[in-house]
């Protein structure tokens, strides 16, 4: 039987490539709109679990193809601008559409098959978070961190004694995609301070994507902060002239993020 790993890059997921990687293929699901850190780290993975694994590992990248309003879109940014509004928790189009069903339409084709997923000792599939609620039939899902009850915690240290823990800024610690709609507004003040050529470019697409849609009022692409990406730009620049931009970083840097959106997201 055919062995896959639903990798997203962090923790749990490439805990599972190092001890149960030998032999099998982990997926990753692209939305086109990860951060440069994600992208990096793919292509460090791949090559690293490649060697450990004596070359008995693969990496496959998948990218859906979505037909919305008669424009084929491969990417989070196209499919927003098709369908004019962004991902929220009540629309989440952005995990079904462009990370579950390139997955799923993938493992369709393989026959019977496992699907492993980073579930950890810490978490209960299917009641902490959804693994995937779009089954085949042809698939068994399994989890194996949290069947061998292994921690977060446990998880880290293995990953640290393979120097392969993710370590990813304050601003990914939620997740790899840019604009996840789940980051707080201290976490876009984070890559607003840390990464400001990254939130510019977030920023100009809410601009873009206003322009495009025709609404009378502007629309946040990040419901829960509130507001758009140049007011929390404001708000940043205004601390960094009270307090110095160090005293501002020192204080974006303790940042802390809450639940994951999804073991397909969760780094």
């Keep these: 039987m055919k062995k896959f790993i639903s990798l997203s890059g962090g923790v749990e997921s ?23 850190e994600l992208y990096e780290r793919m292509d460090f993975l791949e090559g ?7 070359g008995d590992f693969n990496l496959v990248r998948l990218k859906a193809k979505i037909i919305a309003k008669g424009i084929e879109c491969s990417t989070l940014e196209e499919l927003a601008i098709a369908w004019t509004y962004f991902p929220s928790p009540i629309a989440r189009y952005c995990t079904a559409k462009l990370k579950i069903e390139p997955i799923d339409n993938f493992l369709k084709d393989q026959g019977d098959c ?44 293995i990953l640290n004694n393979y120097n392969l823990h ?16 789940y980051k707080g507004k201290s976490e876009l003040k984070a890559k607003c301070v840390f990464n400001p050529e990254g939130f510019a470019k977030d920023k100009d697409f809410e601009i873009e994507m206003n322009a495009k849609s025709n609404r009378k009022k502007f629309y946040h692409i990040n419901m829960n902060a509130g507001m758009s990406y140049q007011a929390i ?6 601390e960094i002239v009270l307090w110095g931009l160090e005293v501002v970083k020192e204080m974006y840097n303790k940042t802390e993020t809450h639940k994951p959106c999804g073991s397909f997201c969760h780094r």
């Design 233 to 238: 730009e404001d708000e940043v620049n205004k």
């Design 14 to 36: 490439t805990t599972m490539c190092i001890l149960y990687g030998k032999g099998a293929t982990a997926i990753w699901a692209d939305t086109g709109d990860e951060e440069d």
């Design 48 to 54: 690293s679990l490649k060697d450990l694994h004596g």
């Design 166 to 181: 993710p370590n990813f800024p304050i601003y990914m610690k939620r997740g790899g995609c840019r604009k996840c709609f």
């Design 114 to 157: 496992e699907l492993m997923i980073g579930f950890n000792a810490d978490e209960e599939p299917n009641k902490d978070r959804t693994g995937n609620y779009m089954k085949c039939e042809n698939v068994s899902y399994t989890y194996p961190l949290y069947e061998n009850g292994l921690t977060r915690a446990e998880c880290e240290d």
